[in-house]
Structures are given as structure tokens and as C-alpha cells.
T-cell receptor
Framework: NAGVTQTPKFQVLKTGQSMTLQCAQD?????MSWYRQDPGMGLRLIHY???????DQGEVPNGYNVSRSTTEDFPLRLLSAAPSQTSVYFC??????????????????FGSGTQLSVL | GENVEQHPSTLSVQEGDSAVIKCTYS??????FPWYKQELGKRPQLIID?????GEKKDQRIAVTLNKTAKHFSLHITETQPEDSAVYFC?????????????FGKGTKLSVKP
């Protein structure tokens, strides 16, 4: 298994440009999420999904869109990039007890991260 | 929603000493408390977790304690080694809840001096 794959690893955008961060997992996880990591701010939840066709907002959703057309993929879209979106972005996935009925833990598997700079 | 506070933000110890990181949470319904370690330039990885029906859990040199009444939990690392140097994040969630979203603390940068 490749685990959670994120692309690209680095990206530089100009203010107002749009782009999509890609995230794919091959572990058949129901739950997927996007976090941003800023110095001194920890990991903040942007959007999440508990299954294909279902998405919802996290702590800091403004300026970002997501979709979940398949179990494997969960792309994050920046429609009009702003300097405040300069950050490191992590995609993560896990089993979802609510959906699958599993009694396993909620260990999050993180992707390798995307370092985004908006000028 | 849930809010997780983590202290201290930085911690420096001598090799062989113990390190303690503390977290408090706000939502009394939270029942799952993991700790993640993030080495420089790497992704966060789970090192230990605890559920609300347990007061303490150990795994070799690391242990986590939970006080549900006070709504706080702590990470204890004994006999610290240079490879323990990293940023540590605590988190809380409602396991089995409608989302199970993990809400993280702001992190503690641990430095272990040889």
C-alpha cells in the first residue's frame, strides 16, 4: 500500500490564482480530512469527509472547497489564493467507526504534506 | 466545539531526564485522546492514544494519563533520548461520534540535549 499520497510537495502561487491539492489513499478509509499547519498554531481542520459524496466544514473552511466523488480521492481547491493561505497542508485518512461499524481506533494516516506559498 | 490547550509550547531537557506535556480539553463528550509526534520536515505520526475508560496507558518509555473530571491529559516520556526531539501534538475527539474529528493542540517543541 502506498498509504496517503499528496501532490504536489511544493507550490508557489500568485494572489488570485486557483489550484487543486490532490490527495489519494489506497487503504479503503472512509474518513478523509485536510489540515493546515502554521507556526505556533498546530494542525487546524479545514474540511473533512466521512464517505463518498459527503463533505463538511472543519475549523477553518473559508477560501477552500472540497469534493469526494470516490472513496480514494479527496482534492482540496483554492479558488482565489490569498497570502493568508500560505501554509503547509496535510491530507489525512482513517477508518470511520460510525460508517463502517468497526471497533478499531481512529489512527490518522497523514500524507507527506504540501508546502504552499502565496505571493 | 472542542478546544484543546497544550502546554508548554517549548520544552528543553537533558538526555536521560523525563519530559511531561500537558493538555486540557473543553468538550466533556470527548473520549479519545491521541498523541502525535512530528519530526522536522516529516508528517505527524501517532505514538500513543488513550480512551476515556482508561486512566493510564504505557508503551515502553512513553505513557499517557487522563483525568476526565479535570478534563486534562498528559504525555510522559522517561529516559529521554536525542531522537525524542520533535514537535508533539495532543488531540481530542468523540470516538464513534458523527464525525470523530480530531482537534489538535498547538504543539510542544521538545529538545533533548545530549
Amino acid at each position: 500500500n502506498a498509504g496517503v499520497t499528496q501532490t504536489p510537495k511544493f507550490q508557489v502561487l500568485k494572489t488570485g490564482q486557483s489550484m487543486t491539492l490532490q490527495c489519494a489513499q489506497d487503504m479503503n478509509h472512509e474518513y478523509m480530512s485536510w489540515y493546515r499547519q502554521d507556526p505556533g498554531m498546530g494542525l487546524r481542520l479545514i474540511h473533512y469527509s466521512v464517505g463518498a459524496g459527503i463533505t463538511d466544514q472543519g475549523e477553518v473552511p473559508n477560501g477552500y472547497n472540497v469534493s469526494r466523488s470516490t472513496t480514494e480521492d479527496f482534492p482540496l481547491r483554492l479558488l482565489s489564493a490569498a497570502p493568508s493561505q500560505t501554509s503547509v497542508y496535510f491530507c489525512a485518512s482513517s477508518y470511520s467507526p460510525r460508517v463502517s461499524g468497526r471497533s478499531t481506533n481512529e489512527k490518522l494516516f497523514f500524507g507527506s504534506g504540501t508546502q504552499l506559498s502565496v505571493l | 466545539g472542542e478546544n484543546v490547550e497544550q502546554h508548554p509550547s517549548t520544552l528543553s531537557v537533558q538526555e536521560g531526564d523525563s519530559a511531561v506535556i500537558k493538555c486540557t480539553y473543553s468538550d466533556s463528550a470527548s473520549n479519545y485522546f491521541p498523541w502525535y509526534k512530528q519530526e522536522l520536515g516529516k508528517r505527524p505520526q501517532l505514538i500513543i492514544d488513550i480512551r476515556s475508560n482508561v486512566g493510564e496507558k504505557k508503551d515502553q518509555r512513553i505513557a499517557v494519563t487522563l483525568n476526565k473530571t479535570a478534563k486534562h491529559f498528559s504525555l510522559h516520556i522517561t529516559e529521554t533520548q536525542p531522537e525524542d526531539s520533535a514537535v508533539y501534538f495532543c488531540a481530542a475527539s468523540i470516538y464513534g461520534g458523527s464525525q470523530g474529528n480530531l482537534i489538535f493542540g498547538k504543539g510542544t517543541k521538545l529538545s533533548v540535549k545530549p
